[in-house]
């Protein structure tokens, strides 16, 4: 029996240093890993931090500036016999594009959700004559403005009836869900006339199809916006008056980002300058832009 006491001894000894030095490794493995884990975090964080931190650069790198627009307001922004994007923005949006170095790819939605969509990251701007507005721009940054439009009253062509603003009062009149415009009747227009019904479309054609069959009693936009439309599709309206207001449109991008500002909005000075953006102009609407 002692002999066996004496020879287990070493041999649990043994078994006991094994034990310890196996949980001395792991000891020492828990926090190089924890470390690396670590570290790693912090690199992807970093890298994730400045793929994030300068839109300009992002886009550069993808090779792709991706573009909002409604793609059904011709001869601004519409979807050709081929369903491809076409259009005044969309020729404004392929130069910008082309001078950043990048392709243009475009999403098209309604109006009312390009804001939306951009703030959320799904392009990178909106280039479909959004207005600049001292309200938009406490959530967006615009570009320098890219074109002024003269807003007019459009009514059928048998109405005689309306020809200015006042005449709105007890009318139902169309107006596109969240344009400026649609802002402009409800906060200006509505306190100064009195009480008017006020129906939004999501695109122009309805509301036009309406005017033309006398659901809407007028609507307000510009001439450039309804001529191809209007020859199109037939419709028997006319505009009414002076122009009742004018528009500047800008490209949209989200706010706070500096550098691609600046490098859209030198590609629109640039354009101006060198005579591209007056090809393009007279391209869409048979006629030289005014000057600035």
Known sequence: MKLLRRTSTPIALAML??????????GNATPRSADT????????ESTATTASGNELE?????????????????????????????????????????????????????????????????????????????ERKQQLDFSDPYITNQVKIIVNENNNEITKLADFKDKNIGVGL??????????????????FNIKTYNDVITSLQDL????????????????PIVEENGFKIKAVGDA??????????????PELLEALNKAVTDMKADGTY???????FGEKPAAE
């Open 212 to 227: 033309n069959v006398g659901r809407i009693d007028a609507t307000i936009n510009n001439i450039y916006a309804l001529q």
């Open 37 to 44: 884990n670590t570290a790693s975090n912090t690199t992807s």
């Open 278 to 284: 007056e090809t393009i102009f007279v391209k869409w």
């Open 244 to 257: 009742i207001k004018s528009d500047q449109a800008g490209i949209a991008i989200r706010k706070d980002n």
């Open 58 to 134: 992002n886009i550069k790198s993808a090779g792709v500036l991706k573009v909002g627009l409604m793609g059904t307001y011709a001869p601004y922004n519409f979807l050709n016999a081929n369903k491809e994007v076409d259009g005044f923005d969309a020729d404004i949006a392929k130069e910008v594009a082309k001078r950043l170095g990048v392709k243009a790819e475009f999403t098209t939605q309604a109006f009312s959700g390009l804001i939306p969509s951009l703030q959320a990251g799904k392009f990178d701007a909106i280039i479909s004559q959004v207005t600049i507005t001292d």
């Open 17 to 26: 240093l094994m034990v310890v030095l196996v949980l001395s490794a792991c």
């Open 178 to 195: 969240g344009t400026n415009d649609e802002t402009y009747l409800r906060t200006e227009v509505l306190p100064q006339v009195g009480n």
